[in-house]
């Protein structure tokens, strides 16, 4: 069964950190350009964090960079979103998704919204 499944959420006080993980099951990740995608209450979803397959790059929308970081483990099969510095804005559901389509750079696989897997979302809430 081909699936993403993301752990590590919760609720964080603003400063804190967390990890999220985003295990892939009936396909290989490395192949794929993987998305951290999130959506506040009232807002469009975003893509905020993303690596291409293709080219090797990550790219972070201007809200996250410097405090976000993806990274991968292909011997887990598994992805992960690393939050530093987390701000009470930062509250939302978080997605990752995975797209095989070759020679999409990290911005455009953050772009783009017809991934071709998506995780079931998980929650964060920064507050105090």
């Known amino acids: 069964q081909v699936q993403l499944v993301e752990s590590g959420g919760g609720l964080v006080q603003p400063g804190g950190s967390l990890r999220l993980s985003c295990a892939a099951s009936g396909f290989i990740l490395d192949y794929y350009n993987i998305g951290w995608f999130r959506q506040a209450p009232g807002k469009e979803r975003e893509g905020g964090s993303c690596?291409?397959?293709?080219?090797?790059?990550?790219y972070y929308v201007d809200s996250v960079k410097g405090r976000f970081s993806i990274s991968r483990d292909n011997a887990k099969n598994t992805v992960y979103l690393q939050m530093n510095n987390l701000k009470p804005e930062d509250t939302a559901v978080y997605y990752c998704?995975?797209?095989?389509?070759?020679?999409?750079?990290?911005?455009?696989?953050?772009?783009?919204?017809?991934?071709?897997?998506w995780g079931q979302g998980i929650q964060v809430t920064v507050s105090s």
């Open positions: 690596f291409s397959s293709s080219f090797g790059s990550r």
């Open positions: 998704a995975a797209d095989r389509r070759q020679l999409l750079s990290a911005q455009a696989t953050c772009a783009m919204g017809n991934h071709d897997y």
